[in-house]
């Protein structure tokens, strides 16, 4: 029956039509941010301030796999696509949560740790009667929207000897179409890559253009369409020695990259170094164009026609990919059509879209790495010990590599003209690796000494350091550029935000609550107890008149799989994943939580002492950035303390060295390290375990 719904976006000629005039069908939800603009604002209004306290749980779809859900489903004309982890695509009913048709693009396994941040998808594009989304493998997937078939499937990673010797590349980002274009980026920084865009023809899947945001490390022509003029240029602030010749330089664009029609430019979000040690990626010299940078592009040829650096010489992993929205605003009394930029070095920026003039930029959060922007051209005055990799000496830094922001949406009233700012503060500690860049394979490179990153050992120190954790619901002025309100959370990693001309603004949060909030002053209005953490933006969207509200629950991401221990939140202990969807007259009920977890088994007394060092500096190098600098797990992979293969050499052998789990995402390490580096891992795990066992 789905298939006979007229299709009403292409109804309008083209989808792109259909984007830009997307408040003449508000039923729908047609591009990640909704609009070009991407300020997560709808205008639909049925549910708002005086009745969304009766909000109820219309209908529920359970995801299969446990792992962070990050995507924004996008609704076309009743029909919801909802990506999830492991770059799988759900097609449902968007009245019923009936299952249409769905994909699974067989992500292997041993994928998950060639990129940082849990296997996620953050979202699909819509183009014309198909579907597009990224696989964590690097390919790009057009299915058929009606039957879900495959259209056409194109590998976007380059067989190209510049791409960096680890060739780590990853694809989580929601894809973006225009003008007939499918854009797309990748990760892999941490590791060793070298950032580009590509445009495929939404058609035919043909590529139309590449550009690449780092130089060639011979300073070569790339065959790409970027004109090799400017990539020379790019070059010299980069100069030939140093760890980017190998590992590739970075700057991936990881989550943001927007089409805006009124510039008629795109933007890509441009991530950070690799490595991230400044001193040992280009011998402390240059400002590494395009790393931490909005780089403006022609659609139609990709050929640069700006670029703002809002973090030239990185060293903290301060990536400029987070959102870009535009639109119009008085800038000194004159209406100017801006770029509203909140990256993760804690500053929210105003740039002229035409032509990435520096319109404006101040903190918005406390941050200990600068002193300010120049206010003529927006670049960072330095605090000198924030220059850790140039000092040598160890950083606390605020923000730390997760950023006052992240991929969390941020979004825009027009009723309010405000901002409301997902923000958080989780500082880090950054110190230089001892003796050098020394990558290893399979493991993050990034130039730091991995055992001084970790969570600090003594009680009072700890203590201290969850102190400095926050969470921040922000309502910015961007004239003003100042904050409004806020709302405290209880922590960090909480879920992106919703607008809607209903005057309420939708987050979930990390604590496994979803909550509605007045719009024009904080106040709460609603609260659903969604038994696990809410880290994706929810949308909004109709079906015969009714209005629905979605968001996709899951935890995880970077923070609770890095941070393993602090990195669980309260409210909920063991993760469920599935989408969530809200409506006034709603009659649907979710299962009684389950919190049955891996509950602490006495672990095996015998550990060895004299190896268990080793085994901390071998589980920080390879396995602290997915199961957490204590192994505790986070609620979404197994607690290690009390999982079953520490107890047997050789079953811990046979996980860890020859990928007995590699269908779930552990890939396997005998060709990064010794079997006796892996039993001392075991050996930690044993001393991990005893430490903190305790009889319930
Ligand atoms: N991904 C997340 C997430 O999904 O939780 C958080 C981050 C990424 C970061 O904080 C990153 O710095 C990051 N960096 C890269 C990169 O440098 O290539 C990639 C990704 C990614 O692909 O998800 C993230």
């Given at each position: 029956?789905?298939?006979?719904?007229?299709a009403?976006?292409?109804?309008?000629?083209n989808?792109?039509?259909?984007?830009?005039?997307?408040?003449?069908?508000?039923e729908?939800?047609?591009?990640?941010?909704?609009?070009?603009?991407?300020?997560?604002y709808?205008?639909?209004?049925?549910?708002?301030?005086?009745?969304?306290?009766?909000?109820?749980?219309?209908?529920?779809?359970?995801?299969?796999?446990?792992?962070?859900?990050?995507?924004?489903?996008l609704?076309?004309?009743?029909?919801?696509?909802?990506?999830?982890n492991?770059?799988?695509?759900?097609?449902?009913?968007?009245a019923?949560?009936?299952?249409?048709?769905?994909?699974?693009?067989?992500?292997?396994?041993?994928i998950?740790?060639?990129?940082?941040?849990?296997?996620?998808?953050?979202?699909?594009?819509?183009?014309?009667?198909?579907?597009?989304?990224?696989?964590?493998?690097?390919?790009?997937?057009?299915?058929?929207?009606?039957?879900?078939?495959?259209?056409?499937?194109?590998?976007?990673?380059?067989?190209?000897?510049?791409?960096?010797?680890?060739?780590?590349?990853?694809?989580?980002?929601?894809?973006?179409?225009?003008?007939?274009?499918?854009l797309?980026?990748?990760?892999?920084?941490?590791?060793?890559?070298?950032g580009?865009?590509?445009?495929f023809?939404?058609?035919?899947?043909?590529?139309?253009?590449?550009?690449?945001?780092?130089?060639?490390?011979?300073?070569?022509?790339?065959?790409?369409?970027?004109?090799?003029v400017?990539?020379?240029?790019?070059?010299?602030?980069?100069?030939?020695?140093?760890?980017?010749?190998?590992?590739?330089?970075?700057?991936?664009?990881?989550?943001?990259?927007?089409?805006?029609?009124?510039?008629d430019?795109?933007?890509?979000?441009?991530?950070?170094?690799?490595?991230?040690?400044?001193?040992?990626?280009?011998?402390?010299?240059?400002?590494?164009?395009?790393?931490?940078?909005?780089?403006?592009?022609?659609?139609?040829?990709?050929?640069?026609?700006?670029?703002?650096?809002?973090?030239?010489m990185?060293?903290?992993?301060?990536?400029?990919?987070?959102?870009?929205?535009?639109?119009?605003?008085?800038?000194n009394?004159?209406?100017?059509?801006?770029?509203?930029?909140?990256?993760?070095?804690?500053?929210?920026?105003?740039?002229?879209?035409?032509?990435?003039?520096?319109?404006?930029?101040?903190?918005?959060?406390?941050?200990?790495?600068?002193?300010?922007?120049?206010?003529l051209?927006?670049?960072?005055?330095?605090n000198?010990?924030?220059?850790?990799?140039?000092?040598?000496?160890?950083?606390?830094?605020?923000?730390?590599?997760?950023?006052?922001?992240?991929?969390?949406?941020?979004?825009?009233?027009?009723?309010?003209?405000?901002?409301?700012?997902?923000?958080?503060?989780?500082?880090?500690?950054?110190?230089?690796?001892?003796?050098?860049?020394k990558?290893?394979?399979?493991?993050?490179?990034?130039?730091?000494?991995?055992?001084?990153?970790?969570?600090?050992?003594?009680?009072?120190?700890?203590?201290?350091?969850?102190k400095d954790?926050?969470?921040?619901?922000?309502?910015?002025?961007?004239?003003?550029?100042?904050?409004?309100?806020?709302?405290?959370?209880?922590?960090?990693?909480?879920?992106?935000?919703?607008?809607?001309?209903?005057?309420?603004?939708?987050?979930?949060?990390?604590?496994?609550?979803?909550?509605?909030?007045?719009?024009?002053?904080?106040?709460?209005?609603?609260?659903?107890?969604?038994?696990?953490?809410?880290?994706?933006?929810?949308?909004t969207y109709?079906?015969?008149?009714?209005?629905?509200?979605?968001?996709?629950?899951?935890?995880?991401?970077?923070?609770?799989?890095?941070m393993?221990?602090?990195?669980?939140?309260?409210?909920?202990?063991?993760?469920?994943?599935?989408?969530?969807v809200?409506?006034?007259?709603?009659?649907?009920?979710?299962?009684?939580?389950?919190?049955?977890?891996?509950?602490?088994v006495?672990?095996?007394?015998?550990?060895?002492?004299?190896?268990?060092?080793?085994?901390?500096?071998?589980?920080?190098?390879?396995?602290?950035?997915?199961?957490?600098?204590?192994?505790?797990?986070?609620?979404?992979?197994?607690?290690?303390?009390?999982?079953g293969?520490?107890?047997?050499?050789?079953?811990?052998?046979?996980?860890?060295?020859?990928?007995?789990?590699?269908?779930?995402?552990?890939?396997?390490?005998?060709?990064s390290m010794?079997p006796?580096?892996?039993?001392?891992?075991?050996?930690?795990?044993?001393?991990?375990?005893?430490?903190?066992?305790?009889?319930?």
């Open positions: 029956p789905y298939a006979a719904v007229p009403r976006a292409d109804g309008q000629g989808t792109g039509e259909a984007i830009i005039h997307a408040d003449d069908h508000p729908n939800w047609l591009s990640y941010g909704r609009t070009y603009s991407e300020q997560r709808s205008p639909l209004d049925q549910i708002n301030r005086s009745n969304v306290g009766d909000l109820k749980l219309a209908w529920y779809y359970t995801l299969d796999t446990n792992r962070g859900q990050e995507a924004t489903p609704v076309v004309d009743g029909i919801m696509y909802a990506t999830t492991w770059s799988k695509m759900e097609a449902l009913d968007a019923t949560g009936k299952l249409l048709w769905q994909y699974d693009p067989k992500v292997p396994g041993n998950a740790d060639k990129g940082c941040c849990d296997t996620v998808n953050r979202g699909a594009g819509y183009w014309n009667g198909k579907v597009f989304w990224g696989t964590f493998d690097g390919r790009l997937v057009a299915a058929d929207a009606k039957t879900g078939k495959k259209v056409w499937e194109v590998n976007t990673i380059p067989a190209d000897a510049s791409l960096g010797k680890q060739r780590s590349y990853t694809v989580d980002g929601a894809v973006r179409v225009a003008k007939g274009l499918v797309i980026g990748n990760g892999g920084s941490e590791f060793g890559a070298r580009f865009v590509s445009a023809d939404a058609e035919t899947g043909k590529l139309k253009w590449r550009f690449y945001t780092v130089p060639n490390n011979k300073n070569e022509p790339d065959h790409a369409v970027a004109d090799n400017l990539m020379s240029k790019a070059y010299k602030t980069w100069g030939p020695k140093g760890a980017w010749v190998r590992q590739g330089g970075g700057g991936t664009v990881w989550d943001s990259l927007v089409y805006d029609p009124v510039s430019l795109i933007y890509l979000a441009v991530g950070n170094g690799s490595p991230w040690n400044y001193k040992y990626r280009s011998e402390g010299i240059g400002s590494n164009l395009f790393l931490g940078s909005i780089v403006a592009l022609k659609p139609e040829t990709g050929e640069y026609v700006w670029h703002f650096q809002a973090t030239p990185d060293q903290w992993d301060y990536t400029s990919v987070q959102q870009i929205m535009t639109l119009d605003m008085p800038v009394g004159e209406m100017r059509h801006v770029i509203w930029h909140a990256p993760k070095n804690g500053f929210f920026y105003v740039l002229d879209a035409k032509t990435g003039e520096f319109l404006a930029g101040k903190n918005y959060v406390y941050q200990n790495w600068a002193n300010g922007l120049d206010p051209t927006g670049r960072p005055i330095y000198p010990d924030g220059l850790y990799t140039l000092t040598g000496k160890f950083w606390y830094g605020i923000p730390g590599p997760l950023g006052a922001h992240n991929f969390m949406g941020m979004a825009y009233s027009p009723k309010t003209h405000l901002v409301y700012l997902p923000a958080h503060q989780i500082p880090f500690g950054y110190k230089n690796q001892v003796g050098g860049f990558p290893h394979p399979d493991a993050w490179n990034v130039g730091l000494d991995m055992t001084k990153n970790g969570l600090p050992d003594t009680p009072e120190a700890r203590t201290a350091y969850i954790l926050h969470g921040w619901l922000l309502a910015w002025d961007p004239v003003k550029m100042e904050t409004v309100w806020k709302i405290d959370h209880k922590g960090p990693w909480n879920g992106g935000v919703l607008a809607t001309g209903g005057d309420l603004l939708f987050q979930g949060l990390a604590n496994g609550e979803f909550h509605a909030y007045d719009a024009t002053n904080g106040s709460d209005l609603y609260k659903f107890d969604a038994q696990s953490g809410i880290i994706a933006s929810p949308m109709s079906v015969n008149g009714k209005q629905y509200v979605a968001v996709e629950v899951g935890w995880g991401g970077i923070y609770p799989i890095s393993g221990g602090v990195g669980r939140t309260s409210g909920w202990t063991v993760n469920h994943s599935y989408i969530a809200f409506s006034l007259d709603g009659k649907a009920k979710l299962p009684a939580l389950n919190n049955r977890g891996f509950l602490p006495k672990p095996p007394a015998q550990y060895d002492q004299k190896v268990v060092d080793n085994g901390y500096f071998q589980y920080q190098t390879y396995c602290q950035t997915c199961h957490g600098d204590n192994g505790e797990g986070a609620g979404m992979l197994p607690d290690l303390r009390w999982a293969a520490i107890r047997h050499q050789d079953a811990f052998y046979n996980v860890v060295g020859r990928g007995a789990l590699t269908a779930y995402g552990m890939d396997r390490f005998d060709t010794t006796d580096e892996i039993e001392a891992i075991r050996q930690y795990l044993i001393k991990r375990a005893n430490d903190t066992y305790q009889r319930e």
